[in-house]
């Protein structure tokens, strides 16, 4: 079992930056990805980031690229989500997943995931 856990969510003022992250304990040898998803209120889950975890191979879709960097510390296990730009629209809460194969970008394809952390962004 691999756990999760998020940190760093809060209110910011649109424009703003906020770094999320996620602290992986337990069988994290076995992590093979990691990634962030969001799901904002009356919508479904979706991908934000993803990062292989040796190669750190990154992979985001169109409508966070070049606002959001993914990174990782692998002697610390941990997960970040650098969020700068921030727009109304990204109000969510996020949450960190883990996959033990693969690098996956879909909900479905999640092994592992945290709790969440609230993101709010005011305009």
């Known amino acids: 079992q691999v756990q999760l856990l998020e940190s760093g969510g809060g209110v910011v003022q649109a424009g703003g930056s906020l770094r999320l992250s996620c602290a992986a304990s337990?069988?994290?040898?076995?992590?093979?990805?990691m990634g962030w998803f969001r799901q904002a209120p009356g919508k479904e889950r979706e991908f934000v980031a993803a990062i292989s975890w040796r190669r750190g191979d990154t992979y985001y879709p169109d409508s966070v690229k070049g606002r959001f960097t993914i990174s990782k510390d692998n002697a610390k296990n941990t997960l970040y989500l650098q969020m700068d730009s921030l727009k109304p629209e990204d109000t969510a809460v996020y949450y960190c997943?883990?996959?033990?194969?693969?690098?996956?970008?879909?909900?479905?394809?999640?092994?592992?995931w945290g709790k969440g952390t609230l993101v709010t962004v005011s305009s």
């Open positions: 337990g069988r994290t040898f076995s992590i093979y990805g």
């Open positions: 997943g883990a996959t033990v194969r693969g690098v996956v970008t879909t909900p479905g394809g999640v092994h592992y």
